[in-house]
C-alpha cells in the first residue's frame, strides 16, 4: 500500500507541507555549517544566487514558480510550508535541496546510503485557517522558538527580511501584524498537545515527523 501522505502529483496555485526526517530517526543537522548549509540549498534555488566563492556554479531560480513561505529545521526532521505557481516547481526544488544536502552530508561525515526516511511527505493546504494553524505549527516546533536560529520566525516578526523567503501571504491574515501574529503563537504554547494532535492529522501516523 503507498505511503500516506507522499504526494506524486501537485497542483499549480496550490499551499503545502512538506516535511521529512532523517532515515532510522537519525540526526540530520549536527551543527551550524549543517544547518547553514541546508538553507544555503534553499537560498539558491530561490534566488538563483549563489554566496559561495569558491563553487560559483549558477543554480536555477525556482523563485518565480514556487515560494518559502515557513520554515523550520529540528535536528532530526524539517518542515517548510510552499506554495507553488506550477504543477513541478516543488517536485523541482525538493528534488535539487535534497539531493545536495544529502551529497554534502555524506562527504563531510564519510558515509553512503539514503539520508531521508523515503520521499518527503507533503500535505496540501486549502483554507484560511489551516494554513495559519500550519505556520504556527511549524514556528512552535521548538521548545526554545522565539530564540530558535533555524526557523523563518524572525522573518515573521520583522527581525529579518529576504527574497527567498516571504512570509507575507500568511501574514495577510493577520493584517500585516508581527505583534498579532507574536501573539498568536504565544496563545498557543500551552497547547503542544493540541499540536501534537495535528501533527498526527497531517501525518495520518504517529510516528511521523
Given at each position: 500500500?503507498?505511503?500516506?501522505?507522499?504526494?506524486?502529483?501537485?497542483?499549480?496555485?496550490?499551499?503545502y507541507h512538506v516535511y521529512?526526517?532523517g532515515v532510522?530517526?537519525?540526526i540530520?543537522?549536527?551543527?551550524?555549517?549543517?544547518?547553514?548549509?541546508?538553507l544555503?540549498?534553499?537560498k539558491?534555488?530561490?534566488s538563483?544566487k549563489n554566496?559561495?566563492?569558491i563553487?560559483?556554479?549558477k543554480?536555477?531560480?525556482?523563485?518565480?514558480?514556487?515560494?518559502?513561505l515557513?520554515?523550520c529545521?529540528?535536528p532530526n526532521?524539517?518542515?517548510?510550508l510552499?506554495?507553488?505557481?506550477?504543477?513541478?516547481?516543488?517536485?523541482?526544488?525538493m528534488r535539487?535541496?535534497?539531493?545536495?544536502?544529502?551529497?554534502?552530508?555524506?562527504?563531510?561525515?564519510?558515509?553512503?546510503?539514503?539520508?531521508?526516511?523515503?520521499?518527503y511527505?507533503a500535505s496540501?493546504?486549502?483554507?484560511?485557517?489551516?494554513?495559519?494553524h500550519?505556520?504556527?505549527?511549524?514556528?512552535?516546533?521548538?521548545?526554545?522558538?522565539?530564540?530558535?536560529?533555524y526557523?523563518?520566525?524572525p522573518?515573521?516578526?520583522?527581525e529579518k527580511?529576504?527574497?527567498?523567503?516571504?512570509?507575507e501571504?500568511?501574514l495577510?491574515?493577520?493584517?500585516?501584524?508581527p505583534?498579532?501574529?507574536?501573539?498568536?503563537?504565544?496563545?498557543?504554547?500551552?497547547?503542544?498537545?493540541?499540536?501534537?494532535i495535528?501533527?498526527w492529522?497531517?501525518?495520518?501516523n504517529p510516528?511521523?515527523?
Amino acid at each position: 500500500m503507498p505511503a500516506k501522505n507522499i504526494i506524486k502529483e501537485f497542483a499549480p496555485d496550490e499551499y503545502y507541507h512538506v516535511y521529512n526526517r532523517g532515515v532510522e530517526k537519525r540526526i540530520i543537522f549536527l551543527d551550524d555549517n549543517d544547518y547553514t548549509v541546508f538553507l544555503g540549498l534553499l537560498k539558491k534555488y530561490l534566488s538563483g544566487k549563489n554566496d559561495n566563492n569558491i563553487n560559483r556554479h549558477k543554480f536555477n531560480n525556482l523563485g518565480k514558480e514556487v515560494r518559502l513561505l515557513a520554515y523550520c529545521l529540528m535536528p532530526n526532521h524539517f518542515h517548510l510550508l510552499l506554495y507553488q505557481t506550477t504543477e513541478d516547481a516543488i517536485t523541482k526544488l525538493m528534488r535539487r535541496v535534497i539531493t545536495g544536502y544529502a551529497m554534502y552530508f555524506n562527504n563531510r561525515y564519510q558515509r553512503i546510503g539514503g539520508l531521508f526516511q523515503g520521499r518527503y511527505k507533503a500535505s496540501r493546504i486549502n483554507a484560511d485557517a489551516y494554513l495559519q494553524h500550519i505556520s504556527r505549527y511549524i514556528h512552535l516546533n521548538p521548545d526554545d522558538y522565539l530564540g530558535w536560529s533555524y526557523s523563518s520566525l524572525p522573518y515573521y516578526l520583522g527581525e529579518k527580511k529576504a527574497v527567498w523567503v516571504q512570509p507575507e501571504q500568511v501574514l495577510e491574515l493577520f493584517s500585516n501584524d508581527p505583534i498579532e501574529y507574536k501573539e498568536f503563537l504565544h496563545d498557543y504554547e500551552d497547547s503542544k498537545k493540541e499540536l501534537d494532535i495535528l501533527k498526527w492529522q497531517l501525518a495520518n501516523n504517529p510516528d511521523d515527523v
